[in-house]
């Protein structure tokens, strides 16, 4: 045999073996379970069960409370809590004659209007031209017992001019504003009392009471 043929024969068995070298095993062609390489992933146990959730609902945000000022609310239950005081822009006035011996007149004032007021202390009297205004006499309620006049009703007041002593003068009118315990500006409502005598020292009025009786026996 030639030395190119030698050399040949040997290169092709080299190769021969190198395949063989590099081929999968007997076990790997068979299908065999080898051990996997770390870089395989591994499917998950069947027996894992997934996270489970609460079975506590959760709470549910409590409602915001209304405060006592909020837009909305309710007006206050006290029925009197927007009563203010009468004022002659609330009310009609008249003075008619009791007793001409003492020059005695029943005052009374109406609620003319759609909502309550409160009548107030004394009226505020003036005669005619004369200074001055007509003296109190008895003690009037404080505010909060102070008449509730509901719209129609009437309150009432006596005015007394007193004896013909020779210290007075006569009058054909008197002038009446009300106590409002304010600064509050009014139109005086004006009442004829032709030939009231008014005393210097006798004239007088009362607090403003629910009937006419008592406002003539104070």
């Known amino acids: 045999m030639s ?3 030698r050399t040949a024969v040997a290169l092709a068995a080299l190769s021969a073996l190198a395949l063989t070298a590099c081929g999968p095993t007997g076990d790997d062609a068979a299908g065999g ?3 996997p390489s770390a ?7 069947a027996g894992s069960a997934a996270p489970s959730t609460s079975a506590t609902p959760t709470a549910k945000p409590a409602k915001p409370s209304v405060s006592a000022g909020a837009p909305g609310t309710k007006a206050p239950t006290d029925p009197d809590f927007d009563v203010f005081p009468c004022s002659t822009q609330d009310v009609t006035f008249t003075a008619s004659l009791a007793e001409p011996t003492t020059s005695s007149y029943l005052l009374k004032i109406t609620n003319k209007g759609t ?3 409160r009548v107030l202390g004394h009226p505020v009297v003036t005669f005619g031209a004369l200074d001055g205004q007509a003296t109190e006499r008895g003690t009037a309620p404080g505010i909060e017992d102070a008449i509730r006049l509901a719209p129609g009703k009437s309150a ?3 005015l007394m001019g007193g004896a ?3 210290t007075g003068k006569t009058v054909d009118s008197i002038a009446m504003t009300m106590n409002t315990e304010s600064d509050l500006v009014q139109t005086p409502l004006k009442a004829s009392t032709p030939g009231l005598y008014v005393s210097a020292a006798k004239n007088s009025v009362t607090p403003w009471v629910d009937n006419a009786e008592d406002a003539l026996s104070l």
């Open 156 to 158: 009432y007041a006596g």
């Open 39 to 45: 870089g395989t992933p591994t499917a998950s146990p």
């Open 115 to 117: 909502k309550p007021c």
């Open 164 to 166: 013909a002593d020779g």
């Open 3 to 5: 030395t190119v043929r």
């Open 33 to 35: 379970t080898g051990t």
